[in-house]
């Protein structure tokens, strides 16, 4: 279970679009997830269109009336999307927790025991550094920090990663954070300045993907909904499913079991037999030239859209091949290269998918 904040003490930079959009656009994925609205504003929980007497606010204090635990608050959004809401009265919990040992781990004690099968947790952090934020970070092991591309959002960028140095120096808890560049206006050419300059400083901790100013956004959360229920093939779903697809990329791969005599032995007559019981299977070879890519993945129907080391690509002279065992059909694919998904650019024979892009299709005869 990967347990991600979204964080930035500066208001009006995507935190709670980002924290909405990338838990549904993970959930299309067919990752289950919990969006966990730990903002006093509850802005996460409205723009769902979320009412509830019971909220986090019930879980983390210990003097609250009503004692529950956190899969007692949990309310469905999705198929695959759950939530956890918030409410105003959350603003207390500050100074109930003043003066109690161990404040900063209240959140990351309960996630400890929560015994519930998500892949991922995002929590929505308040657009300050206290307690709540501090609690947030120390419950994760990575962090989003949505930025404009503006000079004042650069200035609360340095502050946020303050904090994190700080948890990691003071609480021993190590996180890594990336940089997300969110309402980017392409019209403008300041932004393209700024996005320079945040390149400059955080190069190799930034998203490869951007979001873009989209009204449809906005929209979306006006009438309670995430964009995917509310425009699927507007530009902002397709940003937030472009960096859910980035964030799937970079999950962790069981390592592989020791090698073992008897049972490789067992492996060889297995596929032995199935070659030799399952002769309409044929060896298909896909390949991408692109020389400068660093990695390159093959993804499609045939693999549950699964981005592992068994869909891992392998690089000759510029050349990415993978070969792939299949039954006769129809099958959509896409290759994904540093991150970005795209269509094969050697195969003409393409679909629209349900987010409005390009899959390729291959067909397999008998």
């Known amino acids: 279970m990967r347990v991600i904040s979204i ?56 003097i609250v ?3 529950c635990r956190l899969e007692e608050i949990i309310r469905n959004i999705d198929v695959n999307f759950d939530i956890a809401p918030s409410s105003l009265i959350l603003s207390t919990l500050e100074q109930e927790l003043s003066g109690e040992i161990g404040r900063e781990s209240r959140l990351s004690d309960i996630l400890a025991g929560f015994k519930a099968n998500y892949d991922y947790i995002i929590i ?23 930025v404009e591309a503006s000079r004042f959002s650069m200035e609360g960028l340095s502050q946020i990663t303050s904090v994190i140095e700080l948890v990691r120096d003071r609480l021993n808890h190590d996180v890594d954070f990336r940089v997300l560049v969110t309402n980017f206006d392409s019209r403008l050419q300041h932004s393209f300045k700024m996005l320079d300059k945040i390149k400059s400083s955080y190069k190799n901790r930034m998203f490869s993907n951007i979001i873009h100013v989209n009204v449809k956004l906005k929209e979306a959360q006006n009438e309670g909904l995430h964009v995917f229920g509310y425009d699927k093939y507007c530009r902002g779903a397709k940003d937030y499913f472009s960096l859910s697809r980035e964030i799937i990329i970079q999950e962790t791969v069981p390592p592989e079991t020791e090698s073992n005599p008897e049972v490789e032995k067992l492996e060889k007559r297995m596929n032995q037999i199935l070659k030799e019981t399952l002769p309409k299977i044929k060896e298909i070879t896909l390949s991408l030239n692109a020389p400068e890519a660093k990695e390159v993945y093959l993804a499609g129907e045939f693999n549950g859209w699964k981005l ?59």
């Open 7 to 62: 964080a930035n003490q500066k208001g009006g930079c995507g935190k709670t679009t980002t924290s909405i959009n990338l838990a549904a656009a993970l959930a299309t994925n067919k990752r289950k997830v919990l969006l966990i609205d730990l903002d006093p504003q509850a802005h996460a929980t409205s723009g769902l269109n979320i009412n509830s007497d019971l909220s986090i606010y019930n879980v983390l204090s210990k």
């Open 65 to 67: 009336h009503k004692k």
């Open 124 to 146: 929505d952090c308040p657009p300050n550094l206290g307690i709540l934020t501090v609690n947030a970070i120390r419950s994760s092991r990575e962090i989003i920090i949505p």
């Open 308 to 366: 592992d080391e068994n869909s891992r690509m392998e690089k000759t002279n510029g050349l990415w091949s993978k070969s792939i065992n299949l039954d006769s059909g129809k099958y959509r694919y896409r290759f994904v290269i540093d991150g970005n998904w795209s269509e094969d650019p050697g195969n003409p024979l393409k679909q629209v998918n349900p987010y409005g892009t390009m899959d390729s299709l291959l067909e397999v005869k008998k």
